[in-house]
């Protein structure tokens, strides 16, 4: 297989055994990239956990101090009389009978979908479009809510949601390369204590087994486990 110019730059200069504390790692990664558009900073943490038990489910929601730097694209499903106030929040699109009709002719175009609750009645219907996208609003994540314009300012502002997949890893992408080392260190920080105030209380041994950093194209540099539970307290 043929190995691009990029790719054996990267090999050279990052050891797969090597262990990096957050800081370096944020700056080795800054320094790294080669490619001609903004790379995503994405985590993956392995927890010890089952999730095939409902109690070792870890989910849930973190605002990020700094965003993630993607330009977030909302849909709001509500029947309410609260459609400017959605709007005038950043709100994409906002309605009900139309929308719904949209997606279930597969219209997905959307980056977070927001209800009202007397929406999910209807909404819920379309689960099996929805579901495989991770598009259903959830009470849980905030996506159901009857402030829905405060719903929109918090997810333009940098609010993601996470859950931990079968194999029990956590993916998130947290900022984009072009922000500061600071700001993107400070972004890994508040998740990583997120993830620790949600330990599941019948989760035995040890809960964080692994963490990674990476960019959309680059490496995956392991961090340090002393330098993780430093920044998890």
Not at 29 to 47: H, M, N, P, Y
Not at 76 to 87: D, S
Not at 132 to 155: I, Q
């Amino acid at each position: 297989m043929k190995v691009s110019k990029r790719v054996k730059d990267i090999n050279a200069n990052f050891k797969d055994n090597k262990e990096y504390s957050l800081e370096d790692a944020v700056k080795s990664l800054k320094g790294a990239t080669k490619v001609k558009f903004t790379e995503s900073l994405d985590c993956a943490i392995r927890l010890g956990v089952d999730p095939k038990h409902a109690d070792q489910m870890v989910r849930g929601t973190v605002s990020l101090p700094h965003g993630t730097g993607k330009e977030v694209k909302v849909l709001v499903i509500t029947k309410t009389g609260n459609v400017q106030e959605a709007l005038d929040a950043g709100a994409e699109y906002v309605g009900f009978d139309e929308y719904l009709e949209k997606i279930k002719n597969g219209w997905t175009d959307v980056d977070v979908i927001i209800a009202s609750p007397e929406a999910m009645g209807e909404l819920g219907k379309l689960g099996r479009i929805l579901g495989p996208r991770g598009l259903m609003p959830n009470p849980k994540t905030g996506t159901v809510t009857p402030d829905v314009a405060k719903a929109v300012k918090e997810v333009k502002a940098g609010k993601i949601d996470f859950r931990v997949d079968k194999t029990g890893i956590v993916h998130a992408s947290l900022g984009k390369l072009s922000f500061s080392e600071d700001q993107l260190v400070d972004n890994i920080k508040e998740f990583l204590k997120t993830i620790m105030k949600l330990k599941p209380s019948s989760a035995k041994g040890t809960y964080v087994k692994s963490l990674y950093l990476s960019s959309t194209m680059g490496p995956g540099l392991r961090i340090a486990k002393d330098d993780v539970l430093t920044n998890i307290k």
